[in-house]
T-cell receptor, first 115, second 114 residues
Framework: GENVEQHPSTLSVQEGDSAVIKCTYS??????FPWYKQELGKRPQLIID?????GEKKDQRIAVTLNKTAKHFSLHITETQPEDSAVYFC??????????????FGTGTQLKVEL | DTGVSQDPRHKITKRGQNVTFRCDPI?????LYWYRQTLGQGPEFLTY????????KSRLLSDRFSAERPKGSFSTLEIQRTEQGDSAMYLC????????????FGDGTRLSIL
């Protein structure tokens, strides 16, 4: 089955700096890669996703890049703000060949944005 | 609010008791997923439904676990003879049919086994 590794496990940045979180996946058939933000005691919230037919996607301060050859994808947050502090999870799924789109998650990155 | 809703939010029970959780997905979503999340970990897939059909179950889902979605709308997850290791957050998510569709999560049910 799919295995997703995520690094770093904790990340501390100064407000206004950029943050980068990296994930690798094992199943070359995976084709959908969402990122979720989870604040303490709350639901995972989808913040951005990318499909395997594109290499990069951007939404305001958030961007995701995908390298299918190397089987890794990254989350980039620019101009970080204190409200970006949370745990971020990457995930991967294979939804086009009967996999049902079940998500395999990484172990999470605790991002702390310091004033 | 038309998001995914779960009930109850918290459940405390004694070891050996049975528990049942409910999930109401976003109304137009045909797919419904159950995940389990333990402290410091990402959610782990348990099972999913396409309408009323349960199409896949994880090996994590032992014989003590059963899930249903009888009318293709809400779903229930039952755990029989609960064990200490069942303590976790049980998350429900829903999505439209089709590959690469975004899954939206509920707030989860936190289960604590005494």
């Amino acid at each position: 089955g799919e295995n997703v590794e995520q690094h770093p496990s904790t990340l501390s940045v100064q407000e206004g700096d950029s943050a980068v979180i990296k994930c690798t996946y094992s199943d070359s058939a995976s084709n959908y890669f969402p990122w979720y933000k989870q604040e303490l005691g709350k639901r995972p919230q989808l913040i951005i996703d990318i499909r395997s037919n594109v290499g990069e996607k951007k939404d305001q301060r958030i961007a995701v890049t995908l390298n299918k050859t190397a089987k890794h994808f990254s989350l980039h947050i620019t101009e970080t703000q204190p409200e970006d502090s949370a745990v971020y999870f990457c995930a991967a799924s294979n939804g086009l060949t009967g996999g049902g789109n079940k998500l395999t998650f990484g172990t999470g990155t605790q991002l702390k944005v310091e004033l | 609010d038309t998001g995914v809703s779960q009930d109850p939010r918290h459940k405390i029970t004694k070891r050996g008791q049975n528990v049942t959780f409910r999930c109401d997905p976003i109304s137009e979503h045909n797919r419904l997923y159950w995940y389990r999340q333990t402290l410091g970990q990402g959610p782990e897939f348990l099972t999913y439904f396409q309408n009323e059909a349960q199409l896949e179950k994880s090996r994590l889902l032992s014989d003590r676990f059963s899930a249903e979605r009888p009318k293709g709308s809400f779903s229930t997850l039952e755990i029989q003879r609960t064990e200490q290791g069942d303590s976790a957050m049980y998350l429900c998510a829903s999505s439209p049919t089709g590959g690469g569709q975004p899954q939206h999560f509920g707030d989860g049910t936190r289960l604590s086994i005494l």
